[in-house]
């Protein structure tokens, strides 16, 4: 499967986003999806998962600002971002994975999108 993230941009703190994944290659209805996030110099860091069955988990710290949401008739998954802040500024990726359980690890991700760079203004 292929996955190209796009939505990304520059925004003013306090203002929304909404990132979108689309995949291309095969369908992603039995996938888990995921997005993460990196800031140059820094780890990848985990920042959504939704399974299947549309159950959804967002890191601790994002989840009252973050939502994960998926289109299996559209093979897309979207990342609802309110509230920015300039410290959510980076590159987001979003990736698919086999595994059934939950997954906030890079390591258990299959596939990569390319990224797509959000930059935050304060």
């Known amino acids: ?3 190209q993230a796009s939505g990304g941009g520059l925004a003013q703190a306090g203002g929304s986003l ?3 994944c689309a995949a291309t290659g095969r369908t ?6 995921g997005w993460f996030r990196q800031v140059p110099g820094k780890e ?6 939704i399974s299947r069955n549309e159950y959804t988990y967002v890191a601790d710290s994002l989840a009252d600002r973050f939502t ?3 289109d299996n008739g559209k093979n897309t ?7 920015l802040m300039p410290g959510d500024t980076a590159v987001y990726y979003c ?3 086999s595994k059934y359980t939950i997954a906030t690890q890079s390591s258990q991700y299959d596939y990569w999108g ?3 760079l959000v930059t935050v203004s304060s």
Not at 77 to 83: A, E, G, M, S, W
């Open 114 to 116: 390319q990224g797509t």
């Open 18 to 20: 909404r990132l979108s």
């Open 28 to 33: 992603i209805r039995d996938l888990r999806m």
């Open 77 to 83: 998954v979207d990342l609802q971002i309110n509230k």
């Open 44 to 49: 990848r860091e985990f920042v959504a998962t």
């Open 1 to 3: 499967v292929q996955l």
């Open 95 to 97: 990736a698919a994975s």
């Open 68 to 70: 994960i949401s998926r």
